[in-house]
């Protein structure tokens, strides 16, 4: 069967050196369409907004107040309580269906003895779905903020205490992807205008 890059050959039309070598070179920088400078460009600038995005968290993690780091975690628990109860209810109903359906794989009366095999088989296979899909919801996010201020405050000192290397690691790796794909693009594109230079990309 032929490939994407030799097909023209397979179904007796010219395919032409220049055209295959740049079909391989799409392949060798895993693109099905080389991109142009400008979807060049917008990758770059892609990157370049994660990583200016990592450093404005960083930099609010270093001046918030207290308050804010407060408010910013009250949020966070709304948002974790609702996913919690939204959680729980599905965890019960998925629950409910599975043992539903085991207990009618359990009623099931074999023709067999290999057939009696079998339908143990089935409720293992079952019961392994269960383990892996059934769990008990946890409240992922949620966080005791304490009622008196002083507690309060020494909460707040603690997420910015746990958050900052997080967010300090955020920016160390979006400047190395930066520079990867910065390197990459470089690469590409002197590969690509040497190529280009021995044989002309064909124009559709």
């Known amino acids: 069967m032929p490939s994407g890059l030799t097909y023209p050959i397979h179904d007796g039309s010219d395919l032409g050196l220049a055209s295959y070598a740049w079909r391989c070179a799409g392949q060798l920088f895993h693109h099905a369409e080389i991109p142009d400078e400008a979807e060049d460009e917008e990758l770059l600038q892609r990157h370049h907004g994660y990583l200016e995005e990592s450093r404005v ?9 207290a308050e804010e780091i407060l408010e910013k975690q009250r949020a966070l628990n709304e948002g974790a309580k609702r996913q919690f109860e939204q959680d729980t209810v599905e965890q019960r109903q998925l629950r409910e269906r599975y043992m539903t359906f085991r207990a009618q794989v359990e009623s099931w009366q ?36 304490g ?15 746990e958050a900052v290397p997080g967010a300090k690691k955020a920016v160390m790796r979006n400047a190395e992807r930066l520079r990867e794909t910065e390197e990459n693009v470089a690469k590409r594109r002197k590969f690509l205008a040497e190529l280009e230079r021995v044989l002309p990309r064909p124009r559709s």
């Open 57 to 65: 968290e960083l930099r609010w993690w270093g001046t918030a107040t």
């Open 110 to 145: 074999p023709p067999t003895k290999d057939h009696e095999e079998f339908k143990g088989l089935m409720v293992r296979m079952l019961d392994e779905s269960i383990e892996h899909d059934c769990h008990e919801p946890q409240p992922w996010g949620y966080r005791e903020l």
């Open 147 to 161: 009622q008196a201020l002083e507690e309060q405050l020494q909460a707040a000192e603690k997420i910015r205490e």
